[in-house]
């Protein structure tokens, strides 16, 4: 059974940062891609960020570019996302994903999500 688990949420200053951390398991970690969707209030799941199987190719939604990192441990099973300059509108919870295909968007179908973490930027 894949468990994805997401971890590292909270409330935040706007200006601050945070490291989100998804570890998977029940799956060959290095042959899936992963990466990270966010849902705000009253709005549509969307795409956040993805890395392929072994690292080298990444991908953003234009509004977090420059601020945040995705990156992979596949020793330790564990996807991240560094967020940094967080602003209000980046409140949300957010997901991680995982799928043996790599998408670059919200019409990524991807196979395996984790439960959220929420994420809460105050003004």
């Known amino acids: 059974q894949v468990q994805l688990v997401e971890s590292g949420g909270g409330l935040v200053q706007a200006g601050g940062s945070l490291r989100l951390s998804c570890a998977a398991s029940?799956?060959?970690?290095?042959?899936?891609?992963m990466g990270w969707f966010r849902q705000a209030p009253g709005k549509e799941r969307g795409f956040v960020a993805a890395i392929s199987w072994s690292g080298g190719r990444t991908y953003y939604a234009d509004s977090v570019k420059g601020r945040f990192t995705i990156s992979r441990d596949n020793a330790k099973n564990t996807v991240y996302l560094q967020m940094m300059s967080l602003q209000p509108e980046d409140t949300a919870v957010y997901y991680c994903?995982?799928?043996?295909?790599?998408?670059?968007?919200?019409?990524?179908?991807?196979?395996?999500w984790g439960q959220g973490t929420q994420v809460t930027v105050s003004s």
């Open positions: 029940g799956l060959i970690f290095s042959n899936y891609a």
């Open positions: 994903v995982a799928d043996r295909s790599l998408g670059s968007s919200s019409s990524w179908y991807v196979d395996y």
